[in-house]
């Protein structure tokens, strides 16, 4: 079976935590003040922010997420990455050094520098909260996902489970655990991916030609929730997969049986002269339940390294309108949506000044560019393994390493869930430092000493991370890199104009800000709540009905929403009689 857990993974698993844990108590006790917790002091080394960067980055989205998007659709997953990475151009030319001179906690800082606003704070720790609740969904769904093969424990208490963890990391010393767990989360991901794509190139691609690789496969479910898999009763836990595992080559180019070792571009080269058996997942109502029946279908290599196949992106190779657009909507969120993101944003002020942001930056590139590379390699080489389950996109990386062992499955997994536990606590500590800096001292103007603010924020982060964990199990099966989607689209709506135009456009005013980052936020929010995407993969309709539900003509809301964020910035600011900035 797939989902089968190890002596092995759990040994390595309890490793990895105990010393993440570890390294929060020993910070810990040199964590007193409120500068310590919530930004370590800005005592970070440039280097070690700069790997720390790419922890805070990877998350469950681009190891687990983008993978299992290759794996499943091809280039069509390799597009997030292209994305993501386009991003750090606007963070390192843009962002980076005005934000370290602006700010001292949080994105707000910056923002309401030169205005002291109350609508400005408020507004920003609003979008603050929201934009880290809504990050927090997918990370959540990739740690119940890992814990189901690592433990053998269904995805509600693998979810719970990170969500305690967490918060201890959090609670115990905030800021400066969180950047050494990134730092040494980075590393080793980086590390051992490109390991795993070393050994994928050398294994190279082998056809499968046996009968049964090409049999359909079903999942029976009926109304009181047993499960017949395959013709046969499900005799396993209650969200575990007992498909049959899939994805394999089933020609390769001149009659050639096994390629042996390749180069990264002899890979790429032979798989698109290759047919591939890829799964159409259907799903209908029976009389004896639901039932969900995957089709195996041969693809060409050659489509699978071109965009369009995926539900996502399936009209790029039509003559869709509403497709492209929704394809240029999301890609203008995750270009835009980086130098938006409240726990990317507040690393800036972990280092001791401006200098030392650029550097950082720099460094975080150079680490995000590189695994956004392997993970085409790691997609790709998941596709062709013959270990992917079909139930979850997001397993598609830690069984691939399972391919090659059990002991580079439970280091893989046991890195990918140290990836959610330290992204996790850097959206906690940005949302638990949202309520304290923001909403409370500077919105409400709560009187707190400093040890007060350490003891509020600590609070905070148990109720966020209460919030993590039921949303994590509400979402459950959606892909994380889609989820993550959605938050760079809130994030860029709602933070982006604001920042942008604070620093490049002198008329900009307190109320122009403070309109801009509630209509970017409300407006991208009510988009994707009223898209088919949410009507079918949350809601839970049929496609059709999703498509005819829908109030908005395309899923992705960045296209309109971020437009109308530097609008309704401009037509404030020109309304309101608030004197330019100064230069």
């Known amino acids: 079976m797939i989902h089968t857990p190890s002596t092995m993974s759990v040994v390595v698993f309890a490793i990895f935590v105990a010393f993440t844990l570890g390294l929060s108590f020993y910070f810990a006790a040199k964590t007193k003040s409120a500068a310590g917790y919530f930004a370590a002091g800005g005592q970070i080394h440039w280097f070690v922010n700069g790997v720390a960067f790419a922890g805070d980055y990877l998350s469950a989205a681009s190891f687990l997420g983008i993978c299992g998007l290759v794996a499943f659709y091809g280039y069509d997953g390799f597009l997030y990455s292209i994305g993501y990475l386009a991003g750090w151009v606007v963070a390192l030319f ?137 013709g046969k009763p499900h005799g396993h836990k209650e969200g575990e997969a007992d498909l049959r595992p899939v994805g394999h080559i089933s020609r390769l180019p001149d009659g050639l049986k096994a390629t042996g070792p390749l180069s990264p571009a002899g890979y790429l080269a032979v798989l698109q002269r290759s047919d591939v058996v890829t799964w159409k997942k259907e799903t209908k109502k029976t009389d004896e339940g639901e039932l969900v029946t995957y089709t195996p279908q041969i693809t060409p290599g050659e489509k699978l390294l071109r965009p369009g196949n995926s539900p996502t992106f399936k009209g790029l190779q039509s003559n869709s309108l509403m497709a492209r657009l929704d394809f240029i909507s999301l890609m203008l969120a995750l270009f835009g949506g980086t130098a938006s993101l409240p726990h990317i944003l507040i690393r800036y002020y972990t280092v001791k000044d401006q200098a030392a942001a650029r550097l950082s930056t720099v460094v975080g590139i150079g680490t995000i560019g590189f695994f956004y590379v392997l993970t085409l390699f790691l997609g790709l080489g998941a596709m062709t393994s013959g270990t992917l389950d079909l139930t979850d996109t997001n397993m598609s990386a830690p069984l691939l390493a399972k391919s090659f062992g059990e002991l580079l499955f439970a280091i893989i997994s046991a890195i990918a869930f140290t990836t959610v536990l330290g992204t996790v606590s850097g959206l906690i500590v940005a949302a638990s430092g949202a309520v304290v800096h923001d909403l409370m001292t500077s919105v409400l103007r709560i009187q707190m000493a400093d040890h007060s603010k350490v003891r509020v924020g600590k609070i905070a982060a148990v109720i966020v991370g209460i919030i993590a964990i039921l949303l994590g199990i509400l979402f459950k099966g959606m892909n994380a890199t889609f989820l993550v989607g959605w938050a760079f689209s809130v994030a860029a709506s709602a933070n982006l104009p604001s920042l942008l135009m604070l620093l490049f456009w002198k008329r900009t005013t307190k109320q122009g800000i403070t309109a801009a980052i509630f209509v970017g936020m409300i407006s991208s929010l009510s988009w994707i709540l009223l898209s088919a995407d949410s009507f079918e993969k949350v809601y839970k309709y049929t496609a059709a009905q999703a498509a005819e539900l829908s109030w908005v003509p395309f899923s992705q809301p960045g296209l309109v929403t971020i437009p109308l964020g530097f609008l309704t910035l401009v037509v404030v600011s020109l309304m309101t009689k608030q004197q330019p900035l100064e230069s």
């Open 94 to 230: 843009v962002v980076a050094e005005p934000l370290k001179r602006l700010g001292k906690y949080t994105f707000a800082d910056a923002l309401n520098s030169k205005f002291q606003s109350r609508g400005i704070t408020l507004s920003a720790g609003i979008s603050t909260l929201v934009v880290s609740v809504f990050y927090l969904i997918p990370q959540m769904v990739g740690a119940g996902s890992l814990i189901k093969p690592l433990l053998g424990y269904s995805h509600e208490v693998g979810v719970v489970m990170v969500g305690v963890v967490v918060v201890l990391i959090v609670a115990t010393a905030g800021m400066v655990s969180t950047t050494y767990v990134q730092f040494i989360k980075g590393s080793l991901l980086v590390l051992f991916s490109a390991i795993l794509t070393g050994m994928i190139l050398s294994r190279g691609l082998t056809v499968d030609d046996r009968p049964e690789s090409m049999q359909p496969q079903t999942i029976l479910t009926k109304p009181d929730g047993t499960k017949i898999v395959n």
